[in-house]
């Protein structure tokens, strides 16, 4: 069984920036297209970012467009996600997961514990 984890959450002012990282057992960041994903208080889990298998693609949802950069480093097997400019209404717990396709963004794995996002305005 894949396990993912997500480190690099806590608590920033808006306008600040975080850095999260998703570390998974065995090598399947480096074989898969990744996601980050986010769930904020009483609401569902949302899509945030994708990147594909090489690096070379990504895509975001439209509210971290120029905001959120998602990139990935093969050899040590790690996905990051760069937040700048956040905003209290990125508060949440970012999860990550591999997911079948860019275009097809349904995880595939068990969810890890997350890690937890807190923008103070």
């Known amino acids: 069984q ?11 002012q808006a306008g600040g920036s ?4 998703c570390a998974a057992s065995g090598r399947i960041i480096s074989n898969s297209v990744m996601g980050w994903f986010r769930q904020a208080p009483g609401k569902e ?6 990147i594909n298998w090489s690096g070379d693609s990504t895509y975001y949802t439209d509210s971290v467009k120029g905001r959120f950069t998602i990139s990935k480093d093969n050899a040590k097997n790690t996905v990051y996600l760069r937040m700048n400019s956040l905003k209290p209404e990125d508060t949440a717990v970012y999860y990550c997961n591999r997911i079948a396709s860019m275009n097809n963004r349904v995880a595939l794995n068990a969810w890890g514990q997350g890690t937890l996002v807190t923008v103070s305005s």
Do not use: N
Not at 45 to 50: D, K, L, T, W, Y
């Open 18 to 21: 975080l850095r999260l990282s």
């Open 2 to 12: 894949v396990q993912l984890v997500e480190s690099g959450g806590g608590l920033v």
């Open 45 to 50: 889990r949302e899509f945030v970012a994708a």
